[in-house]
Nanobody, 124 residues
């Protein structure tokens, strides 16, 4: 049974906006004490934290991506969406949605659920 499921395009052209959706099958995205995180892994590189949104709706981003990344949620659909604008070939990666427990951004615990990931390639 899948807890988190990522969906979106597998191919995006340079300069366009990438939009990915994470659907939580059993936990409300407004459930107290949880945070939903977007993480990616470019080919041949390590995992990179993109950003996260908390149960209260506040979001935080990696300094290197904060100017281009936007994370939002739809509580009616239990979905968390990542939008990454002005993509380049450097944004090609496997993108993951992961959930973790936490009281706030100062108190966060290990990820308890990961999505299977979705491959995104930026190419013309």
């Amino acid at each position: 049974q899948v807890q988190l499921l990522e969906s979106g395009p597998s191919l995006v052209k340079p300069s366009q906006t990438l939009s990915l959706t994470c659907t939580d099958s059993r936990t409300s995205v407004s459930a107290n004490g949880y945070y939903w995180t977007w993480i990616r892994q470019p080919p041949g590189k390590g995992l990179q934290w993109i950003g996260a949104i908390g149960f209260g709706g506040a979001a935080a981003y990696s300094p290197s991506l904060k100017s281009r990344a936007s994370i939002s949620r739809d509580t009616s659909k239990d979905q968390v969406t990542l939008q990454l604008s002005s993509v380049t070939r450097e944004d090609t990666a496997m993108y993951y949605c992961a959930r973790r427990r936490g009281a706030d951004f100062n108190v966060l615990y290990e990820y308890d659920y990961w999505g299977q990931g979705t491959q995104v390639t930026v190419s013309s």
